[in-house]
């Protein structure tokens, strides 16, 4: 098992970055592939980001393409989300997750067994 702490977040203005901070305890955090999700105010969770476990490829929502880079460094036991040129509707609450085998869609919440608490994120005008 693992346990999964995010960081990070925080208020800033539109046109600003964060980096959040997804940090694990428990297994080798190499073993598992891990999600960004982002649940915006009175609306439901979306998938952000994921970063594979083997691999390390990465694969972003439309939303963010471009602007959002994850990325891990497996002997810190910790995934990133380095968030540049946000945005409004980037307010959310971010969540990061985590699945130690395979799965038929990353990009789909179901698919991942750990999740954090989640940190928030408010971009202002």
């Known amino acids: 098992q693992v346990q999964l702490v995010e960081s990070g977040g925080g208020l800033v203005q539109a046109g600003g970055s964060l980096r959040l901070s997804c940090a694990a305890s428990?297994?080798?955090?190499?073993?598992?592939?891990v999600g960004w999700f982002r649940r915006p105010p009175g609306k439901e969770r979306e998938f952000v980001s994921f970063?594979?476990?083997?691999?390390?490829?990465?694969y972003y929502a439309d939303s963010v393409k471009g602007r959002f880079t994850i990325s891990r460094d497996n002997a810190k036991n910790t995934v990133y989300l380095q968030m540049n040129s946000l945005k409004l509707e980037d307010t959310a609450v971010y969540y990061c997750?985590?699945?130690?085998?395979?799965?038929?869609?990353?990009?789909?919440?179901?698919?991942?067994?750990?999740w954090g608490q989640g940190t928030q994120v408010t971009v202002s005008s």
């Open positions: 970063i594979l476990r083997s691999t390390s490829i990465t």
């Open positions: 428990g297994r080798a955090f190499s073993v598992y592939t």
């Open positions: 997750a985590a699945r130690d085998y395979g799965a038929s869609s990353f990009s789909n919440s179901n698919a991942y067994d750990y």
